[in-house]
């Protein structure tokens, strides 16, 4: 079971898997936001690489499905309680897609940045993202940023993961399953949270 770093871990990460030069990645420092850090790089191996640069992070945010389910679609549970969110809030549902419609970059990347990173840092916290959803139905600072939209999405993604692993989001939806879902606290790559702002209902 993954354990908190050390006190010499100062930030968190946060990623949106894509392909070349669409990989956003974001160090938000946990002392001084100011001196975070936004790139893109253009493969897993590169983001594994700029992470182990700066040591064990203090968590990660990843925006990827993190755990897949059998059922028509592919849909979970934690994905359905988001768009109900967006219904009542009159945004577009379409913006949580069901696994089965996204490309590869995304389904493969989010895990194998996992598996990469905790290879190295076995003892690392990750929680799944989903920043484009979070911007639609809450509102962020992230002015501290200078973001494309691959790093803006990371920069989301590191502050899901400060915000579920600190305690301040008590809303786990990777508890909430379908029998068709993987168990992200007992598969292959368990334990995966999916932290969010409050209870969508």
Same mark, same amino acid.
């Given at each position: 079971?993954?354990?908190?770093?050390?006190?010499?871990?100062? /930030?968190?990460?946060?990623?949106?898997?894509?392909?070349?030069?669409?990989? !956003?990645?974001?160090?938000?420092d946990?002392?001084?936001e100011?001196?975070?850090?936004?790139?893109?790089?253009?493969?897993?191996?590169?983001?594994?690489?700029?992470?182990?640069?700066? !040591?064990?992070?203090?968590?990660?945010?990843?925006?990827?499905?993190?755990?897949?389910?059998?059922?028509?679609?592919?849909?979970?549970?934690?994905?359905?309680?988001?768009?109900?969110? *967006?219904?009542?809030?009159?945004?577009?549902?379409?913006?949580?897609?069901?696994?089965?419609?996204?490309?590869?970059?995304?389904?493969?990347?989010?895990?194998? $940045?996992?598996?990469?990173?905790?290879?190295?840092?076995?003892?690392?916290?990750?929680?799944?993202?989903?920043?484009?959803?979070?911007? *639609?139905?809450?509102?962020?600072? $992230?002015?501290? /940023?200078?973001?494309?939209? *691959?790093e803006?999405?990371?920069?989301?993604?590191?502050?899901?993961?400060?915000?579920? /692993?600190?305690?301040?989001?008590?809303?786990?939806?990777?508890?909430?399953?379908?029998?068709?879902?993987?168990?992200? /606290?007992?598969?292959?790559?368990?334990?995966? *949270?999916?932290?969010?702002?409050?209870?969508?209902g």
């Amino acid at each position: 079971m993954p354990k908190p770093p050390t006190s010499a871990s100062r /930030f968190w990460v946060g990623a949106d898997p894509g392909g070349e030069k669409k990989f !956003g990645l974001v160090f938000l420092d946990a002392v001084d936001e100011r001196a975070s850090r936004c790139i893109t790089v253009s493969s897993v191996d590169d983001a594994v690489k700029e992470v182990k640069k700066r !040591g064990e992070p203090l968590g990660v945010g990843i925006d990827a499905p993190m755990w897949w389910a059998s059922r028509k679609g592919g849909s979970r549970k934690a994905d359905n309680r988001i768009r109900s969110i *967006h219904r009542r809030t009159g945004m577009n549902s379409s913006t949580v897609q069901s696994p089965n419609s996204l490309q590869g970059a995304a389904l493969i990347g989010g895990m194998m $940045l996992a598996w990469r990173i905790r290879e190295k840092f076995p003892g690392t916290r990750i929680t799944e993202s989903h920043p484009k959803a979070v911007i *639609h139905a809450y509102e962020f600072d $992230l002015e501290f /940023f200078n973001y494309d939209e *691959h790093e803006r999405d990371a920069a989301i993604g590191a502050v899901c993961a400060r915000e579920g /692993f600190e305690g301040r989001w008590t809303v786990d939806l990777a508890r909430d399953r379908h029998k068709s879902e993987q168990d992200p /606290f007992s598969y292959w790559l368990a334990p995966i *949270h999916y932290f969010w702002p409050e209870d969508p209902g």
